[in-house]
């Protein structure tokens, strides 16, 4: 007979966030016990969550943080505060620490600076930087841009790859490729730009 394996959930503790008193003024028993339902909460045990973080997913890791902060009733400061403390990369928990807002408990402040720092770039989005200069390498490998389809292609991807990574900050100067996107035209076409441009 086969070992069969149990399964193991996370301990809930069902806590009251706050006491009823009865007063004179107070509302019917009905209204009472649905005061105390709407006002229960499930905690669950920190340890049970997965609150690894390496720099990578940053949306992901606050929408995960923030949810446990709804579900145990905690404050975003006490998270701000204690995000250094996770289980992260001792470089990133250093980085994290010399983030503004910090120090201070500013939520807010720290999740900007994560964003920043990091770009919100996701492995899953195709709008990445790494796809910016492939997109280079692979024009200048097939020898440049030639005709004004090939450059409209080439430079429909360039701008959207520009516009996302803009829009998270993740490159603050937009003509700082301007060199590359002249370099992924053909010699001919380099040269008849030149020859305009004097």
């Given at each position: 007979?086969?070992n069969?394996?149990?399964e193991t959930?996370?301990?809930v ?7 009823f ?5 107070s509302?019917?028993?009905?209204q ?10 499930a ?15 940053v949306?992901t890791f ?5 949810r ?14 204690g995000?250094?403390?996770w289980?992260t ?5 250093d ?9 201070e ?6 999740k ?16 990445r ?25 080439f ?13 998270y ?13 002249f ?6 076409v380099?040269?008849a730009?030149?020859?305009e441009m004097?």
């Open positions: 007979m086969a069969s394996t149990k959930y996370p301990r503790q069902i806590i009251p966030r706050r006491a008193v009865s007063t004179p003024n509302p019917s028993l009905l009472q016990q649905v005061l105390r339902q709407e006002t229960l909460v905690k669950i045990e920190a340890k049970y969550y997965d609150l690894k973080f390496n720099g990578e997913e949306k606050f929408k995960k943080i923030e446990i902060a709804q579900i145990n009733g905690e404050k975003y400061e006490d998270l701000a505060m995000m250094a403390f289980k990369d001792p470089k990133v928990s980085a994290i620490e010399a983030i503004p807002g910090y120090g408990g500013d939520f807010t402040q720290l900007k600076g994560l964003i920043v720092k990091w770009g919100i770039v996701e492995p899953e989005k195709i709008y930087k790494y796809f910016l200069i492939h997109n280079f390498n692979y024009t200048q490998y097939e020898g440049g841009t030639s005709t004004l389809l090939e450059y409209e292609i430079i429909g991807v360039h701008k959207t790859l520009i516009t996302y990574l803009l829009r900050k993740y490159n603050p100067q937009e003509n700082m490729f301007h060199e590359d996107v370099s992924c035209l053909s010699t001919d380099q040269g730009i030149s020859k004097i």
